[in-house]
């Protein structure tokens, strides 16, 4: 197997399964370290803080550091901070968005934003939605953490943060940027960060819709693991194939 | 002219321009009178209640009972009430509902509803969202009052109610009864109410894509009157025309 000089790995039913741990993925990270490959951890969560996802991790036996977290809120504010270092951001979101955005040393408004950022709020309300929808049409521009519509729960699905995201859309007419997967922007702010071309890097994940694509989409290697949402029958249906489907990360071997 | 039996009346742009009255309007309604011709009052607007509707139609100079307004809110209520009169009812709304569902004597409840009602409710919550969606998912019924999913104001457009209708029929995958115009389920209301046969009422309004085709789809003739929404220029481009269209109400003569 190729030599990567950067590891794109997923968390949920890639590096455990809900509060299930996954053996496998705790011998992948423990080979990673052994043989100082780089990673970063790349999920669609936004809610979560940098520290909470790295508790989650030791919970099942995976150490991590903070700097090894991507979220979409991360690389939202990173995204805003190099595009313009001044700019004003309204957003709607959890503590993941605001800690990121904070973070990052992004300014913080309710008045006239640059941007507006949107991110899973479940406090949210009508006047928030209804401040998001005017200040995109002063012209704000619209970053969306991420796309999922529906999040299964226990008792059904519940709205995820594109069913806001695309409520917005219909009031102001405007297409949001996207940066969780599938989209590529995550994955950009994850090369820059490691300094890596996407020749160089893979994305490892069991979402084929999700991590999967955002991984071709940005030009990597592609290493798709079974252990999660896609299984190795879903994929007859897709037109491309990721670039390795494995039953699990035992089958794996680390090249340096 | 035709003896109408009935008269299905729009209010904005029909009665009245927002806070500017329309003189014809308030003579048309004199004329109805005179001749004892029966009309009642048809608006999607669900957040209003018939007494708020009866007091606005005053300040432009037009007499009215509250049993001669009609709401998707009391349309609602009475749909439910006829196809169940034992019926539970979880609501999203503002007092327009509420009071239309209390008087039709409804049972409201927030545990197991065989009836979802989602109205627009200017101080709804994530949570109101979510609790709806998991009743549809449980199988109770999902009516909207309307579909307006973007509502013009001097700030900009915010959220209309059809913005959520919409949002909570991506998650439950659940296509909604709706109500309000253009949809013909108030209309048929209003008949039953009058007990008339839609080949004996007419249809006014100033709107093509809700007045209009809502007195089109209840098999309703239909008077279009070019002081609201609609242009003379735009019928050009519409396929089924309106059996009239007038300038003002003015140019309409009563007979019974």
């Not at 000089?5 to 423990?30: H, N, Q, S, V």
């Not at 252990?227 to 037109?239: H, I, M, N, P």
Request: charged share 25%; aromatic share 8%; hydrophobic share 35%.
């Amino acid at each position: 197997m190729k030599a990567y000089k950067a590891y794109f790995i997923d968390l949920d039913g890639t590096m455990y399964r809900g509060k299930e741990a996954i053996p496998e993925a705790k011998e992948f990270i423990r080979q990673l370290q052994e043989n100082q490959a780089p990673y970063l951890f790349v999920t669609n969560n936004s809610s979560r803080t940098r520290m909470k996802t790295v508790e989650n991790l030791k919970k099942h036996g995976i150490e991590a550091k903070e700097e090894q977290v991507l979220t979409p809120s991360i690389a939202a504010a990173n995204y805003i901070k190099q595009n313009d270092p001044h700019a004003t951001v309204y957003f709607i979101g959890e503590k993941g968005v605001e800690d990121a955005l904070r973070s990052e040393g992004v300014e913080l408004t309710t008045k006239n934003p640059d941007y507006v950022v949107v991110g899973i709020d479940r406090h949210n309300s009508y006047k928030k939605i209804k401040d998001a929808c005017l200040h995109i049409q002063n012209g704000a521009k619209f970053l969306a953490t991420n796309p999922d519509i529906r999040v299964p729960t226990e008792e059904g699905f519940v709205p995820g943060n594109g069913a806001y995201v695309n409520l917005i859309k219909e009031v102001t007419k405007t297409e949001p940027i996207i940066v969780g997967k599938p989209d590529r922007l995550m994955i950009d702010v994850a090369l820059k960060e490691l300094n890596v071309e996407p020749s160089d890097a893979i994305m490892v994940g069991d979402n084929y819709e999700t991590d999967i694509k955002a991984g071709i989409r940005a030009g990597l290697d592609t290493l798709h693991v079974q252990t999660g949402v896609t299984s190795k029958e879903d994929l007859k249906d897709v037109e491309v194939q990721p670039t390795y489907s494995l039953a699990t990360l035992a089958e794996w071997q680390v090249n340096v």
